[in-house]
């Protein structure tokens, strides 16, 4: 049984940051992860793309669905330990490489994946999963697991602590990746938070620019803070 079951969507930035803090934690404490699905495509399917998001956000979800079927996909052949390595290369390759694969994921999914799924040793054939609609039901049944975790008005990431019976929290949302030592000492408060059963919620809308290249925010700065709302930036203040 893990230690942490941790419901990303590749897509996200934020959810991104988070896993690379978990990461950190997880080789100090020499914590189990499994690293579960959540489709925001899934989570906002009765919403109006065109009034609640800025442009481009509905094939960006869709996307962040296309990438979650190759990692169904890959689980199904491989095994969960897969995964996280996968998610790696997805982060990696979206957030912490020069600004612009977003675009080339949008354009031509199948042919961002397959160079990943090379380099962390996976067979690029399941590139092929972008399109394979049948991993939705699954991918679906997980999402609807995380939101009956935390109730529905979240985004990602979700961090189930200790399942089946821990506590869940959407979040942490971070805008920076802390050093080792700080990274330990934010776990042992967030755990601490999650394991008081009358916690419900802390949160602002105003975030930093993720601390991701993709953003133009490098290693050491810090991004310009930004009114965000649902998890995004709101058109209002010109972002």
Known sequence: MADLDFYFDPVCPFAWMTSKWVREVARQRDYDVEWRFISLRMVNVDVDYATHFPAGYERGHTAGLELLRVAAAVRHDHGGGAVGALYAGYGAELFDSAPGRQADL?????????????????????AGAVSETAFDTEIRGETDRALALTGRDVGTPILHFQPPSGAALFGPVISRLPGPDDAVELWDHVVALARFGGFAELKRSLRETPQLRAFGVEEGQVGVEEEWQAGHRRDAVGT
């Open 106 to 126: 949008h354009r031509d999914p199948e042919g961002f994946v397959s160079p990943i799924l090379a380099r962390v040793g996976l067979p690029v054939g399941l």
